[in-house]
């Protein structure tokens, strides 16, 4: 038992998962671990230290996800505190093996068939609503998106019809059948959102407003949750599970771009983001080609590679006619393009195994 | 005026300012020309074509600064639209070329001296938030920070003391007369903080919460508002827009660390942001060394450069004992690492002309 | 001519095309003005000057691409200087519409077809390189890949087999018919690879290894230039331009990711790029989903969805046991993995009309 | 030893150090295990296996900075591998705590001067240099600065007036005794420069080129390096580290700003990266304020804030007439300017106890 051997503190049975891994300096001293392993234990976990040749490891074991163990960081002669497990549950693989699939007014995100999610950026009028809605779903669109209520970077901007344009929407889903997905941007807004919408949809800009994930957590109304454009996995699916984790088991995640130094795209969309995805969580991913680009005609291209990449559905901007789009129309595409884009994605979808 | 001569469609006396040039293709028919021109006049604002040898340039005039015209560029013929001017008003030093002084109790943000608003990252109990109050305040602070509503990535985290912490906090402000910084992290709950709080705190990812902005736009307290992790200086500057065009005059902004790459620090701490800003702006501009960071041994070095770089003030994370802190206590300082903070600082200051 | 309104000098016949716009600062004054005019028109280009009622924009228009006109944003009454036209020529579309196809020993890259060139990361061993090159030449291939000269990042990892590594990789092509991909790190080392290889490969960490660019577009092999992991398109397409101005017009271009703050995968893969390039340039475009991902299980994803955004192929690893492997295993697939792939991207290919 | 309980397998005296936890997945078979021990070993490392209640860990012990492990990540049951330790030796403290200090010529980087290194970008004429660099040293500079080999992102810019640009710079040695610190591009240029230059300058863009790395590190010039616009921190200390590690113990780093999403300014200046650099290694660290910041009037505070940060000097662009500049005008300060800026970066380096 000289120097540099090593044993390890036996511990009983535990339940749980281990968290951390504690690396201590190497001129650590003895009385620095003991410190270390007694602020773990207080906080209800159990320990185990690996004495190597120079350095101490110490494992905390445990299921409090809850708690914080960066402060360690700081305590006397530690290196490094290196996490071991994702901290989110309900949205985890881990938990739910099998893949969710959301049921949306006779369609459904999730299952074997791809679903597009198509629509203006902002609902403008009735007939162009019900124009667009017409179109879509011909052209094999599950669902209609459109902005009634809009966040926009500038106060001076249009902030979408509001209230008449969820009223626009209600009267295409009456017209079309297709089911509604609108944006809702804060808690007090949720019960009238959710009164006309069928899917309530979480802006980039709102992936971490908590208050409002726990309000459409509190909803029974699917939530397709949009990626923070700087959001990690992790981040992502810890916001999803702050709906989960109220009681709303039905969340569609959706990659739509991320901010980087690239110029020639609006964001850069982040297609890795979707097998990735589906690997640690259940629930449904889905791509948005119009936002992360911002560009008419980069949608086609992208929008096939979403669906090669394993995605689970589209969200697409179409207006009748983008130039005179109040807002977003350079990323518009138009209804010829959604047709096309229909045809082409449906070939790749079947090249894969899947339709649309 | 043959080939490759140009001419300017010759315009009346206008208002309003430049906003756009869009530049056409060289196969930029006549037509597609026209098209645009007309667009934009539609608008309701004036135009100008430069024709060039190869190229053709739309400048277009006026003050509608609230209009999108992104969708120009799927019109026919068009290569790009640049923008030329910045769209905040209220915020600009154009508008406003004096500096903006916040007072706060008795001191002031955006003065000569520099102010420091120091405490824990959450408030955890009425001693610690009364001894770190104490502390500080016979260290030169100007206010207190404590969070009572915290805003957290995991739903399964510490949430904050809510109503307790605000009590707290009150309580320490009578003890020691320091003014409160606290966050408010939905519109519901703007009453209730800024009953407690003398100054009201909008988190990074919050920045973009528009609901929230115009929620405490519509108070009469002044709004610490803090960089949205992936906003550009432009996108900063018009979530203040927000709480000033709702009426609210008093912001200071709050350089916090931007996302990047670097996995050195939690977040990279944009300093060139600070001079920058001041140039843009006559609102008071203060830096997190705390969060940005997320180490603790960074927050001195930093908190002197923010200072050289001419930043108004320092929002930092002080804690009796970090190593025990609930939240962050990796990058909160020591009471002995505040009180050499402030003589390094004060020190850094004086050489620039100011003092603390 | 009262204010506000304005005129624009009339300038002759200009063979050239404009490159800059100089806007104006609100109060610059006359001699600002002409001070701008002057200097621009010292560098042989001609200028053209907007009076808009409260600001004056100079284009400048010409064909000197060569000509830094940063300096010009420092004159007295400068707000902005815009750029106007991107700077390659040879690399364009605007100069050569139709694609280019390079061919390699029977294949060939940009063509109908899409192409691809696999093998491991580093030659290691005669009996790996033979094995590999066997394989997937059976399965599709159009070239084997392999580095004989590694960039590391540490000094004090395995840098290659180097010239053994060169003769293996020939052994290879003889034994298979392959051409052969291989990494060139120096200018001083191009004759020797060029002598061993079918097509040079420029990594990512030499994009703007200027002198390196020069030394290959001297050869008459056609080059494999990887994208920067931060490079902007522009100054990728400025790259591939070094080597077309240096005679070698056989440049194919391959997106391996860019560096974001994403945590999940080494790199982010920008597939937007490839329908991007496509637009701006005539060279063909291949994507790299190994060192992109930096994982085995999202090769195949990424493989699908870089053909369906429109790639001319793709360089992938593959090893016999990439376990194994003395570099970069963990992002290797496997030959069972391979010839999956191969099959999923064929249908892929099928789909949009290619083959592969 | 029922469920849940652990052990630890002992290991015996090892000289080296611990580099990587190989986490194995909570469904990873004894097999899988034993696997991933014996790989380990054969690579003439020890092991230490810590058993926990539903995960395992191996702890990997030894010396082999150079062996790749992350093809690990792919062994059967294995879901992680994580570092321990940085992978660099020379540059860093642990193996030379006290800091190095490099010798110009009278002068010195990295004692408790702060040293300020200027010139202009380019060499641009006889007088050009020789003007700067008598202002420069009767304002204090230790060393000029100028590019007689220019790395450009066009091949149709500016290049430098190579050699004779290295003559003119030796010219104003002579009559100022100022070093000459200059770049050099590529490997067989090394010979040349260190026949003109005192110190050598590597690029940013040629940061991680290797064998110029190689090239410098055989010279007896001290080599100032630039941080890669994307590098971390860990590749820019292996960057230092192949210079080092070819004999060159004189390597000056410097921070020059890394490529963000951020648009007001060329490059973010990380300069949390200066005392985080400084408690990894020994070696100096200065910042380029010019080209970080690309902003005339931004490299004022970010030069104080530099200092404050703790770095032990500048690098950056003086130019008589910027305007005029060839290259880089546009951050490139006047002469006044340059003037002012020594006299507050002296105050500032005063305020924490060193001079200038």
Redo the contacts between chains.
Sequence with gaps: M???????R?????????RM?V?MK?EAKDKDLQHVVD?IEALGLKT?V?Y????R?V?C?GDK??V?M??????PGVE?V?P?LA???IASREIKPDRTVIPIDGHSIGGTRVGVIAGPCTVESREQILETAHFVKEHGAVALRGGAFK????????QGLREKGLEYLALAREATGLSVVTEV?????APLVAGYADVLQIGT??M?????LEAVGATDKPVLLKRG??A????FL?AA??IL??GNQQVILCERG????????RF?????????LK?LTHLPVVVDPSH??GK???VL??A???????ADGLLVEVHPN?????????Q?ITFPQYAEMMR?VK??A???GRDI
Excluded: W
């Design positions: 000289g120097f540099g051997v090593f044993f390890v036996p511990i009983g049975l535990v339940a749980g998962v281990k891994i690396v190497p602020k185990m690996a190597g040749t120079n350095r490891v494992c074991l996800r809850g914080d960066d402060t360690l960081a700081t305590a490094a290196v071991v901290p989110y549950k966040p926009r970077t500038s106060p001076y901007s249009f941007m804060s808690p007090e807004q800009r709102n971490q407003n908590f208050a409002l454009m700087s990690s996995i992790n981040e810890l599970e702050y984790s109220n991320i901010r980087t130094f690239e110029d020639h795209t850069t969309l982040s297609l890795s983001a979707v097998p990735a690997q992360s680009t008419q005609d980069l291209p992208m096939r590679a979403a669906i090669a990449a394993g983008p130039e005179e789009a109040i807002l977003d129309g350079a518009s082409q070939a790749i079947q090249a894969i």
